[in-house]
């Protein structure tokens, strides 16, 4: 078993990611094989910290083609591909933090459904979004959002980039079949009941069940919760266990729990 601990010191997203994969970055890249591979795709790319690493280590070596069905990522793709949407940007999320006094108005500021509200509700919390952070002096604070690492990332000409906003099975399937491809999978992990999955992007798990990724010709890695379940209904596929813990705040307690990497070839 292997522990994994902090291999990215400094989170390259704009904020704590719920299922960033930062911490892993580096024991994951370990088992990829990239020899003969000139895209990589990420079908639920949230924070895109797996291709975010593979960028540092082979800069403009590869294409990358990133999808999620959050509109929210989509936006702020659109805002720091975009020099006047970023100014504008940082000029109004500036004016909305400085304003904060006390939980109240930062209440009042993560009810609102625009991309503002959604940046600082993640972007300032104790142990999960949307709880009122006792700690953080909102005064005086400035953000420049194309100086955050995955900004400069998506901003490098040497890299290419494709955004799109949609749903993660489509995308599977239509890169599936070329085996100069690699897909890595990090889709949400199903919960102990089924209250979200409704969610579209969980069907991905039936897809699976239904057509393995065995029979594709592209390099597939699937990353998931180790459940007894989760090994059973994918027990044909090639797989890795590894410990994972989840740092909470405040008081730096761990929650364990274990991963496992499905994998075709």
């Known amino acids: 078993m292997i522990y994994i601990y902090i291999i990215m010191k400094r989170n390259h997203f704009y904020m704590s990611y719920f299922g960033n994969k930062r911490t892993e970055v580096k024991y994951l890249y370990d088992l990829l094989d990239l020899s003969n591979i000139t895209t990589i795709i990420e079908p639920f790319c949230g924070s895109c910290a797996i291709s975010y690493y593979i960028s540092t280590l082979h800069p403009g070596k590869f294409k990358y083609v990133f999808n999620d069905n959050d509109n929210n990522l989509k936006t702020m793709y659109d805002i720091i591909t975009d020099k006047n949407k970023a100014d504008e940007f940082n000029l109004i999320v500036n004016k909305i933090i400085n304003s904060i006094?006390?939980?109240?108005?930062?209440?009042?500021?993560?009810?609102?459904?625009?991309?503002?509200?959604?940046?600082?509700?993640?972007?300032?919390?104790?142990?999960?979004?949307?709880?009122?952070?006792?700690?953080?002096?909102?005064?005086?604070?400035?953000?420049?959002?194309?100086?955050?690492?995955?900004?400069?990332?998506?901003?490098?000409?040497?890299?290419?980039?494709?955004?799109i906003y949609g749903d993660g099975i489509e995308c599977y399937i239509?890169?599936?079949?070329?085996e100069k491809n690699i897909l890595i999978l990090d889709p949400p992990y199903i919960l102990n009941n089924n209250s979200n999955y409704a969610e579209p992007s969980l069907k991905i798990y039936?897809?699976?069940?239904?057509?393995?990724?065995?029979?594709?010709?592209?390099?597939?890695?699937?990353?998931?919760?180790?459940?007894?379940?989760?090994?059973?209904?994918?027990?044909?596929?090639?797989?890795i266990t590894y410990d994972k813990g989840y740092f909470n705040r405040p008081g730096g307690k761990t929650r364990q729990t274990k991963h496992m990497i499905l994998y075709n070839k």
């Open 101 to 163: 006094n006390n939980k109240e108005d930062y209440i009042n500021t993560i009810k609102e459904n625009n991309i503002y509200s959604w940046f600082i509700k993640n972007k300032y919390y104790t142990i999960r979004p949307g709880l009122f952070n006792l700690t953080t002096n909102y005064k005086n604070q400035k953000i420049d959002i194309l100086k955050y690492p995955i900004s400069i990332f998506f901003n490098n000409e040497k890299e290419n980039i494709t955004f």
């Open 174 to 178: 239509k890169y599936k079949d070329d």
């Open 206 to 239: 039936e897809y699976l069940l239904k057509n393995s990724i065995n029979k594709e010709k592209a390099y597939i890695y699937l990353i998931i919760e180790s459940t007894f379940m989760m090994d059973k209904l994918f027990e044909d596929l090639k797989k």
